[in-house]
């Protein structure tokens, strides 16, 4: 059986990893709903600018443009995930092996 101080730490140790983790999930479902704001953001700015296209050339001139970008945003947007996701685990890791990570 484990000793009263050795089972409150390790309820501390559960009780702060669970605070932990819901702030990371918050974290990441705000940059997830960032990602989602500026990506409707660029997709209206496109749609404006394929109103005002003046022909079938040009309205797919802005069609190119607006895929090409939003590739590129995905791509970032994907990596800035990835990366925080790598970052929690780290931390949780951390947690784990009794390490202090920033």
């Known amino acids: 059986m484990l000793e009263p101080d050795k089972m ?3 309820g501390d140790a559960v009780r702060e990893g669970a605070t ?3 702030e990371n999930s918050a974290a990441l ?3 997830v709903i960032d990602h989602a704001e500026e990506n409707s953001r660029q997709a209206f700015a ?3 600018a ?3 296209a003046g022909g ?3 309205l797919m001139q802005v069609q190119s443009e607006y895929v090409r970008e939003q590739g590129t945003r995905s791509m970032a947007q994907v990596r800035e995930i990835g990366e925080m996701i790598a970052a929690f685990g780290r931390q949780a890791m ?3 092996s009794g390490k202090k990570d920033g």
């Open 50 to 52: 394929a109103a005002k």
């Open 56 to 58: 079938v050339t040009e």
């Open 46 to 48: 496109a749609l404006r």
């Open 94 to 96: 951390s947690g784990l």
């Open 8 to 10: 409150k730490a390790a």
């Open 29 to 31: 479902s705000m940059k």
């Open 20 to 22: 932990k983790a819901a």
